[in-house]
Nanobody, 116 residues
Framework: QVQVMESGGGLVQPGGSLRLSCAASGSIVSISVMGWYRQAPGKERELVALILSGGTTTYTDSVKGRFTISRDNTKNTVDLQMNSLKPEDTTVYYC??????????WGRGTQITVSA
């Protein structure tokens, strides 16, 4: 049994910041990739950022320079620091985890609302 839990969502004004956290727990052997996705109404789920076990990161163009992903391999956690938030960032964000054996695990999602 593996659980993925997000925290840190909420309401913020344009230009503000939020920090999302995600923890993977349970029976899992070596996580290879951790990342964050988002899905706006009527749109496909989009990869926001990912980070490999060695620290290599990837971001979607719309968040480059604003978001930073980080992880703690010992604790099996991944964070997403979100700065200079825009109304277009409003949606549900999901944490995703992939094991070295290519098993995938998802959190339930956390709502981010950017509004004045």
């Amino acid at each position: 049994q593996v659980q993925v839990m997000e925290s840190g969502g909420g309401l913020v004004q344009p230009g503000g910041s939020l920090r999302l956290s995600c923890a993977a727990s349970g029976s899992i052997v070596s996580i290879s990739v951790m990342g964050w996705y988002r899905q706006a109404p009527g749109k496909e789920r989009e990869l926001v950022a990912l980070i490999l076990s060695g620290g290599t990161t990837t971001y979607t163009d719309s968040v480059k320079g604003r978001f930073t992903i980080s992880r703690d391999n010992t604790k099996n956690t991944v964070d997403l620091q979100m700065n200079s938030l825009k109304p277009e960032d409003t949606t549900v964000y999901y944490c995703a985890v992939r094991s070295e054996t290519r098993n995938y695990y998802w959190g339930r999602g956390t709502q981010i609302t950017v509004s004045a």
